[in-house]
């Protein structure tokens, strides 16, 4: 009885919580300070230089403390952008590096030369104290990488050109272009130089460094398998025992696209914080505060980053004009079993007893015409929009 009474208590905090997430569009005059403040937490938009060249750039959104508050972002988020036949030069990574390749990269090498070719969609990790580099051997298109970082001090820059080279048309990057054509013991030589070690590579770590598209078959080819699918979008969560490099960053993944209008269920996080990068197309994000108060109704659109910190209710609801689709991270690789509020699988399911019905106020009939209303689960239909995306979603 103590754990029913328990779970009671938590479904109904956020139950208050989701009636003012869903209903946030009715108020947007009186809450408008509160949303821009939510604004300034919730969504990183201040974007830092890290690395800057005419080959390539890294950029980078931070995360910290946020002052006279509770709120702990600590994961950053990077954006590496490289030019046509270009290469990150060797450097030393002092934290976990998760990277997702948005646009396509060809080769990417750890401490130990593990060579690896990825794809677009292929997501890969590198453990700390490793030493790499990046190459974009493609003669007519970018490469683009997000990627997840919880530290990043300053990468090498002794050479003149900085530390993301073109590897044709210029006297500079001779060095690195002999470099790549070297034979791999050497390469090998050159990078444990650079984390000042001679110990032979653990052939365990080896088996750590696979393309994660051995189980996605890439995940924005749309061949990959989704966790969730319907006629209103789908999710696709990746953890530690889909993809076993996870385990040394902590770090999990996830992809969702919905359709036009469709919304993904309000629901909370229970073991970690949510980032997420917004891929194609516009929406809003809404985030509720513990205590059933608005947080932040934002519109987001292509390269926007946003948090949620654990135990927040929030949902993501895509515009009337075109697909949403957004990548993120969490900060635990463990199985996250988020908790939806709304639908088919919602918590209001599974407590639908008189004590349920006696905290509002209903009888047990009414509760569950309530419970009942929605039919679907985890991405929801569009309701009646109202112009400019701002639609109201009653449940």
Not at 83 to 101: A, G, H, K, R, W
């Amino acid at each position: 009885m103590g754990n029913r009474g328990t779970l009671l208590l938590l479904v109904l905090v956020l139950f208050s919580a989701l009636v003012a997430s869903v209903g946030a569009y009715g108020y947007e005059e009186e809450k408008s300070e509160q949303r821009t403040q939510g604004e300034k937490w919730f969504l990183l938009r201040q974007l830092h230089n890290v690395v800057k060249t005419d080959a390539g750039s890294m950029k980078m959104v931070k995360g910290g403390y946020r002052a006279g508050s509770f709120l702990h972002s600590p994961m950053h988020i990077g954006f590496i952008s490289m030019e046509p036949n270009s290469l990150f030069i060797p450097q030393y990574l002092d934290s976990d590096l998760v990277i997702f390749v948005h646009h396509e990269l060809d080769h990417i090498y750890r401490d130990e030369l593990a060579e690896r070719s990825l794809k677009q969609g292929d997501v890969y990790t590198i453990p700390a104290g490793s030493a790499f580099y990046l190459e974009n051997r493609n003669e007519n298109q970018r490469l683009r990488i997000i990627c997840s970082i919880a530290e990043l001090k300053t990468f090498l820059t002794r050479q003149t050109s900085g530390p993301i080279v073109h590897l044709s048309g210029s006297h500079d990057t001779n060095i690195w272009t002999n470099f790549i054509a070297q034979e791999c013991h050497k390469k090998l030589a050159h990078l444990k130089r650079i984390v000042n070690s001679v110990e032979e590579a653990n052939p365990k770590e080896k088996e750590s460094t696979w393309s994660l598209r051995k189980f996605l078959c890439t995940l924005l080819s749309r061949k990959g398998f989704p966790d969730f699918k319907n006629e209103y979008g789908w999710s696709k969560n990746v953890d530690e025992s889909d993809y076993s490099p996870l385990q040394i960053s902590g770090n999990g993944v996830y992809l969702v696209n919905l359709s036009s209008g469709s919304m993904m269920a309000p629901h909370v996080n229970p073991r970690a914080i949510e980032y997420g990068v917004v891929l194609k197309g516009t929406g809003r994000i809404q985030i509720v505060y513990p205590n059933g108060t608005l947080a932040m109704n934002a519109r987001v659109r292509e390269g926007d980053v946003f948090w949620v910190p654990r135990y927040f209710p929030f949902c993501q609801i895509a515009s009337t004009n075109g697909h949403f689709e957004f990548f993120g991270f969490t900060t635990s690789a463990r199985r996250n079993h988020q908790q939806f509020l709304v639908g088919k699988n919602s918590l209001m399911q599974r407590l639908r007893g008189p004590e349920f019905a006696a905290a509002f106020g209903i009888g047990e009939k009414r509760l569950k015409r309530i419970t009942n209303a929605q039919h679907e689960q985890v991405i929801l239909p569009s309701s009646s929009p109202t112009p400019g995306d701002k639609a109201i979603y009653e449940f």
